[in-house]
């Protein structure tokens, strides 16, 4: 599991348009990577919507968003669509990225055990070094957290 001070494992996805996203197409910039279970379920959607509405304040600490989950590319188009999502959405294939990142793995959920992406968010400085890892996130008390560790 990624701790911080780690490099961020390499990576390439497509976003919902199909442009590939790579660990190095984020360099220079901080960036936030949001792992999430699943497009248009109620948790989700409010996590999105929370990042959505925090854009302005995220960019002026000089964070960029991506989120990203085992959905694909017409799935995160509809999403972003409905949702007026201001941001990429990123498709893990067969979620090989999350599972590398040990984020991919048993849960529990309303009383029943499945494999899953763990709610995580990573922060990266500008060279892709790990600078906060929020493992089983909380929505509600996300966005200070975030904040809190872009300042």
């Known amino acids: 599991m990624l701790k911080i001070g780690d490099n961020l494992p390499a990576f390439a996805m497509e976003n919902q348009d199909g442009e590939m996203v790579t660990n190095e197409s984020l360099l220079g910039q901080k960036t936030i ?31 960029q968003v991506y989120g990203v989950s085992g959905d694909s590319k017409t799935k995160h188009t509809n999403f972003i669509k409905k949702y007026q999502l201001n941001f990429d959405l990123l498709v893990d294939e067969n979620y090989a990225y999350s599972e590398s990142l040990d984020i991919y ?43 809190a560790v872009l300042k």
């Open 33 to 63: 990577l949001y792992f999430y279970p699943r497009d248009n379920t109620p948790t989700c959607t409010t996590q999105a919507c929370d990042f959505n509405d925090n854009l302005t304040d995220l960019k002026e600490l000089g964070a």
């Open 105 to 147: 793995r048993l849960k529990k959920s309303f009383g029943k055990e499945a494999m899953g992406i763990v709610r995580t968010t990573i922060i990266l400085d500008e060279n892709n070094k790990v600078i906060g890892f929020f493992d089983g996130v909380k929505v509600k008390q996300q966005m200070d957290e975030i904040k």
